[in-house]
């Protein structure tokens, strides 16, 4: 099981934004809602699970897309699953540290 990742570190900040790595070049849509997943912003390196939970517990904000990958932030206990979008068939999470 692989992802897409990239780690922004910007003004003390820490931003991660992880997908399942088949959803790169895909967009999806639900009403006015809409998801466009680009290797520019996840990244075009392939990662493992435990690369992305050590990523994730660090970051101060994460995006998040993909039903993989918003599981996995759930299991780690940074992303509430009431609080996930779908976006046509993408599952999508946001988290920020406050």
Partial sequence: MTFRMKVYRVKGEVMVAVCDEELIGRDFREGELKIEIREEFYGTESVGEEEVKRALRQATIANISGERAVKLA?????????????????????????
């Fill in 74 to 98: 759930i299991s780690i206990g940074i992303v509430d699953e009431k609080r996930v979008l779908k976006i046509g068939e993408c599952w999508h999470a946001q988290m920020v540290v406050m």
